[in-house]
Antibody, heavy 120, light 106 residues
Framework: QVQLQESGPGLVKPSETLSLTCTVS????????WSWIRQPPGKGLEWIGD???????DYNPSLKSRLTISLDTPKNQFSLKLSSVSAADTAVYYC??????????????WGQGTLVTVSS | EIVLTQSPATLSLSPGERATLSCRAS??????LAWYQQKPGQAPRLLIY???NRATGIPARFSGSGSGTDFTLTISSLEAEDFAVYYC????????FGQGTKLEIK
């Protein structure tokens, strides 16, 4: 059974960098597309970006200038770094796995989500 | 960016009734449309992918239809656990979600 678990600070100061890690169990990190998705409190879902294969990435154009997603293959983890955060980046952050190995795939496995609040 | 518009925003129905949820895209999304269910405090759960395919473990009362720009999620006979928020999502180019339909108990 595939399981994903987000980890990282729950509080980040404005202008600093938000850093999260997703630890994957039950599947190899090199065998799927992996994604970050976020949801501001009480609002809808927003795709952040994908990473796959040898670290190839696709990013949401609205976040691209502040975003880095990376793979740690030995640890079976992938990570998110979002720089210069503001209150608008306050959200529950989910990591997710693609259903099949394609850029067009939906997500069939999700982490439980972690709330990150941007506040001084 | 492809914009997905879901309607209605809120749907009030009783258990046993049929639910019809709509998702309209600002341009064609081919067959790359999915539906998710989300309950409070939980991650989204994949229901339907590639327009009409049910994900693993999803009951047969859930079905998807449509193509191009107009899509529908149908729940044939509502059960108590179906009351939740439903999102459509496309991956025709970079992924976007609809704003959600809240299915509430009447």
């Amino acid at each position: 059974q595939v399981q994903l678990q987000e980890s990282g600070p729950g509080l980040v100061k404005p202008s600093e960098t938000l850093s999260l890690t997703c630890t994957v169990s039950g599947a190899s990190i090199i065998s799927n597309y992996w994604s970050w998705i976020r949801q501001p409190p009480g609002k809808g879902l927003e795709w952040i970006g994908d990473i796959y294969f040898r670290g190839t990435t696709d990013y949401n154009p609205s976040l691209k200038s502040r975003l880095t997603i990376s793979l740690d293959t030995p640890k079976n983890q992938f990570s998110l770094k979002l720089s210069s955060v503001s209150a608008a980046d306050t959200a529950v952050y989910y990591c997710a796995r693609s259903l099949y190995y394609s850029v067009a795939s939906p997500w069939d496995n999700w982490g439980q989500g972690t709330l990150v609040t941007v506040s001084s | 960016e492809i914009v997905l518009t879901q309607s209605p925003a809120t749907l009030s129905l009783s258990p046993g009734e049929r639910a019809t949820l709509s998702c309209r895209a600002s341009q064609s999304v081919s067959t790359y449309l999915a539906w998710y269910q989300q309950k409070p405090g939980q991650a989204p759960r994949l229901l339907i992918y590639d327009d009409t395919n049910r994900a693993t473990g999803i009951p047969a009362r859930f079905s998807g239809s449509g193509s191009g720009t107009d899509f529908t999620l149908t729940i044939s006979s509502l059960e108590a656990e179906d009351f939740a928020v439903y999102y459509c999502q496309q991956r025709s180019n970079w992924p976007t979600f609809g704003q959600g339909t809240k299915l509430e108990i009447k």
